[in-house]
């Protein structure tokens, strides 16, 4: 059964950094075409924020996070990561690894609707 288990969440102030990592088991980063990063602040939908194409890394970033944020993937490691640099308040929320349906996917569908198995969350707090 797939697990998708995020870390690397906290409190960071303004301008600081943190990096978030997806650890997929109960199968492989191979066994999908893309997967995400999305994220639900308080009061507000889940919305996404990056996606990766699994095989030629190309990338989907939201227009608030483009130049601050990186997605990358280690398929050795069955791993994705979200590099997020000049971190901001409003980047404040629940961050979420998301995967489609096996062998489906792509990274410019990047919508909370394409992803169904979801990783339990990890808290990213941007506060000074």
């Known amino acids: 059964q797939l697990q998708l288990v995020e870390s690397g969440g906290g409190l960071v102030q303004p301008g600081g950094s943190l990096r978030l990592s997806c650890v997929v088991s109960?199968?492989?980063?191979?066994?999908?075409?893309?997967m995400g990063w999305f994220r639900q602040a308080p009061g507000k939908e889940r919305e996404a924020v990056s996606c990766?194409?699994?095989?030629?890394?190309?990338?989907y970033s939201t227009d608030s996070v483009k130049g601050r944020f990186t997605i990358s993937r280690d398929n050795a490691k069955n791993t994705v990561h979200l590099q997020m640099n000049s971190l901001k308040p409003e980047d404040t929320g629940v961050y979420y690894c998301?995967?489609?349906?096996?062998?489906?996917?792509?990274?410019?569908?990047?919508?909370?609707?394409?992803?169904?198995?979801w990783g339990q969350g990890t808290q990213v707090t941007v506060s000074s």
């Open positions: 990766i194409s699994i095989r030629d890394g190309d990338t």
């Open positions: 109960g199968g492989s980063t191979l066994d999908y075409y893309a």
């Open positions: 998301a995967a489609p349906h096996r062998n489906s996917g792509s990274y410019y569908n990047c919508q909370v609707v394409d992803f169904p198995s």
